[in-house]
């Protein structure tokens, strides 16, 4: 009997080794990068995850579907409404997710395109997320940017409160750059920053009589 035990508790210390090896590891592509830190806890708390050649490519641009998958890691959302959008089929790999983020909120549903492959904004980025962390809006604080006028009213507030909240920056030109894209690395150093700050977003859940469709175009 003391033997069983003996060995049973090699075998569970030494899945504990492999387990913890696997959601710890280092990227081919991250060690020395400005980011890393971040990269490793965001995809160790599987909220983001590298690709089957051990890369995690942290200087591409994320794109929409890619953030909205990374969105529902980060709050656990699983209550899903259907999709509507014209370019977005049900064998597509985000569409579960585009499902879950219209059932969220965070996304509006229409009959137009939602071009899912388009690289997402930093101004999409802070708005989706300051709606999930249920952040009050403050325009104001995007008044020290010299290119505050072009960020979309729906974004400014979400904007600003990133910006309050010391997790979000402009450039030193004194830009925000609301259309810019964010790369993979950037996304991750700023959730990071959030979850440190606040934690994980609670879930989010629409009554289907509160999901309102939008323009066709509201995406392009």
Not at 33 to 61: C, L, Q
Not at 119 to 141: D, F
């Amino acid at each position: 009997m003391k033997f069983f035990k003996k060995v049973s508790l090699i075998f569970i210390s030494s899945t504990l080794i492999l387990t913890s090896s696997v959601f710890a590891r280092s990227f081919n592509d991250t060690r020395g990068h400005w980011a890393s830190k971040s990269i490793n806890v965001i995809t160790k708390n599987r909220i983001m995850k590298g690709y089957e050649d051990n890369t995690f490519r942290p200087d591409e641009s994320m794109s929409r579907a890619e953030f909205y998958a990374v969105i529902n890691n980060l709050a656990k959302l699983d209550k899903t409404y259907t999709v509507t959008f014209s370019d977005v089929k049900t064998s597509d790999w985000y569409y579960n997710d585009v499902a879950k983020g219209i059932k969220a909120g965070y996304l509006t549903p229409t009959t137009g395109p939602l071009n899912p492959d388009r690289e997402i904004s930093r101004e999409e980025v802070a708005e989706i997320l300051g709606y999930m962390y249920s952040l009050k809006p403050n325009a104001s604080a995007t008044n020290e940017f010299k290119d505050a006028s072009t960020i979309k009213a729906s974004a400014r507030g979400y904007v600003g409160a990133l910006v309050e909240a010391g997790v979000l920056k402009g450039y030193e030109n004194g830009n925000f750059y609301p259309k810019r894209s964010m790369r993979r690395s950037e996304v991750a150093v700023l959730i990071r920053s959030l979850v440190d700050k606040y934690g994980q977003p609670d879930q989010k859940t629409l009554n289907n009589s509160k999901i309102k469709f939008g323009s066709r175009d509201l995406y392009r």
